[in-house]
């Protein structure tokens, strides 16, 4: 079984200064790592994964995630946030197992609110 | 254009009013699931569907039927909805089961029940 703790629900921050969003994940067995985003009144959209090999993970723009195993974390990081990167943030973990099926196990959730 | 839909997006029902939510992929996915997002709680599967046939409860399966007689649909049905099914379902699709395969996520149906 996996959980995931999202230590923050909400973050204010104002633009162009950088945000740090934390995850921490426990699981029995290996895991994938992914970050989803959620816009206002949208579904959720992938915003970057990890899954195996460097363990910093890049998204188009301008996200980064760092996998640090040994203290099962994951956290997601823009050095330069935009008044569009207002939306909720969920960090998830999944299974390496087909076995697993693909369920996600998400955390709660960060909301960003970005301020001019 | 590749994508997940859902139907209605909104609904808004009374306690014991069987409804049925739609999901429907045009990307020949084999894996299908549904999960609810509650705040505070993230989304949290309810079932999922490793191919036509063949369906396994999640983590929150009480209350929730579903089907998949199709390859593309995977329908949500609540026999007897509660208000405590009030709440926003997203339907999922993956060309397979394992995480190693993206999830791309259909936009949501907001539903109440009072």
């Known amino acids: 079984a996996q959980s995931v703790t999202q230590l923050d629900s909400q973050v204010p921050v104002f633009e162009e200064a950088p945000v740090e969003l934390r995850c921490n994940y426990s699981?029995?067995?290996?895991?994938?790592l992914f970050w989803y985003v959620q816009y206002p009144n949208q579904g959720l959209q992938l915003l970057l994964k990890?899954?195996?090999?460097?363990?910093l993970v890049e998204s188009i723009n301008g996200f980064e995630a760092e996998f640090n195993k040994s203290q099962t974390s994951f956290h997601l990081r823009k050095p330069s946030v935009h008044i569009s990167d207002t939306a909720e943030y969920f960090c998830a973990v999944s299974g390496q197992f087909k076995a697993a099926g693909n369920k996600l196990t998400f955390g709660g959730g960060t909301r960003v609110l970005v301020k001019p | 254009e590749a994508q997940v839909t859902q139907n209605p997006r909104y609904l808004i029902t009374v306690t014991g009013k069987k409804l049925t939510v739609t999901c429907s992929q045009n990307m020949n996915h084999e894996y299908m699931s549904w999960y609810r997002q509650d705040p505070g709680l993230g989304l949290r599967q309810i079932y999922y569907s490793m191919n036509v046939e063949v369906t396994d409860k999640g983590d929150v399966p009480e209350g929730y039927k579903v089907s998949r007689k199709e390859k593309r649909n995977f329908p949500l049905i609540l026999e007897s909805p509660s208000p405590n099914q009030t709440s926003l379902y997203f339907c999922a699709s993956s060309l397979g089961a394992g995480g190693v395969y993206e999830q791309y996520f259909g936009p949501g149906t907001r539903l109440t029940v009072t």
């Open positions: 699981s029995s067995v290996s895991v994938y």
């Open positions: 990890y899954l195996s090999g460097s363990t």
